[in-house]
Structure formats: C-alpha cells, structure tokens
Nanobody
C-alpha cells in the first residue's frame, strides 16, 4: 500500500495562487490513479480533480476547470494541484487520494490527512 502526505496549504488572499503537493511513500505511485478532494466546513467531501496513472488523462470538477491543474511526477512520487484565481469558497481541507488502477472498479482507498487552504477576501 501507499502512504500519502499533503502539504502546501495555508492562508492566501482571493485571486492568489497556491500549489498543493502530495508525497507518496511505501509503494510505486504509478500503480495508482490519483485525485484531489476537498471538504468545506459542514459540507460533504467534493471531488476536485483526477489524473490517470501515467498522467495521460485528467478530469476536473466544474468548480476547478480553468483555475486548477493536477499533475504528477511518478519518479518523485508526488502529485500536485496548482490552484490559481482562488476564491473564498475554495476554503476547505484538501485531500489527495489514490485508486489502484490495476483493480477493476476500485474506489479511492488511500487517503492523506489533508491540508488546510483558507482564502480570505
């Protein structure tokens, strides 16, 4: 299995940018499709962005399209979420997660502990 640790969160002003990182250990990152999720206070967890095991395919929630970019570096065992044009409604705890693509119909079974992003206006 793989262990995931998010970093890069913090306080940023509206309109600013932030890059989140998710460092993996304990396994080959290439075995997993990866995703970023977030959970705002009092709300359900929300899918933000996903990326295939080799980075050939990405997907985004409507709220993230045009503003966020997911990428990965399997050699460095790291997944990134570049966030631009941040809005106060982006305030949430952001989580990275892994889905073993070799397992058919697998969900995101591996999760980090999250990193807080706070956007002020």
């Amino acid at each position: 299995q793989v262990q995931l640790v998010e970093s890069g969160g913090g306080l940023v002003q509206a309109g600013g940018s932030l890059r989140l990182s998710c460092a993996a250990s304990g396994g080959a990152l290439s075995l997993y499709a990866m995703g970023w999720f977030r959970r705002a206070p009092g709300k359900e967890r929300e899918f933000i962005a996903g990326i295939s095991w080799n980075g050939d395919s990405t997907s985004y929630a409507d709220s993230a399209k045009g503003r966020f970019t997911i990428s990965r570096d399997n050699a460095k065992k790291t997944v990134y979420l570049q966030m631009t044009s941040l809005k106060p409604e982006d305030t949430a705890v952001y989580y990275c997660a892994g889905r073993p693509w070799v397992v058919a119909d697998s969900g995101y079974n591996y999760w980090g502990q999250g990193t807080q992003v706070t956007v002020s206006s």
